[in-house]
């Protein structure tokens, strides 16, 4: 067939009565059915990330959390924290909008870019969401820049590591 896939368009019932309408794909030649990829080629933000990876939250570090807690009062136990650990990411592709602020500006292709994950915003495994895998385009989106997204490459991972000034950080 030259490479081309039909695409069966059904409506079915959903709950309360409403109607939704999806796209199909029927199964290739093997009977496997088709790879995200192939069935949801607009749909990648949500479907095509490697297994296990999240889309990234970042903000600029002006959001960084140096500083001591002034309400904080000497009873009051310490939050354990965690080293960071810095990121280092080839942005791929970034939206236009990300061209309007002066922190997003620098999300440009193949720049180079290090986003640290601080104590605050890892997970229970100690990583951030998004972190990516190494080599493999995963996805971001800018936090307080609606509209501002993108995809990266991520070229290294330094352990108990601080980025420079004007880099970003994961959420």
């Known amino acids: ?33 088709p790879t995200p990829t192939s069935a949801a080629p607009g749909n990648c933000l949500q479907h095509c990330t490697p297994l296990g990876s999240k889309v990234a939250k970042i903000l600029p570090d002006s959001f960084k959390r140096n500083f001591k807690d002034p309400w904080r009062r000497p009873h009051m136990l310490m939050k354990e924290e965690k080293p960071s650990y810095c990121v280092y990411m080839r942005v791929k592709r970034s939206s236009v909008v990300c061209k309007q602020r002066v922190w997003t500006a620098q999300l440009v292709h193949e720049r180079s870019l290090c986003v640290e994950c601080q104590s605050d915003a890892m997970a229970t495994d100690s990583h951030c969401a998004g972190d990516g895998l190494e080599a493999n385009k995963t996805f971001w989106t800018a936090a307080s820049a609606p509209g501002c997204h993108g995809s990266w490459v991520r070229e290294s991972l330094v352990e108990k590591c601080r980025c420079p000034p004007h880099s970003v950080l994961f959420v």
Do not use: F, Y
């Open 1 to 33: 067939m030259g490479g081309l896939v039909s695409v069966l368009l059904s409506v079915w019932g959903g709950q309360h009565g409403a109607q939704s309408a999806g796209a199909h794909t029927p199964p290739s030649p093997g009977g496997h059915p």
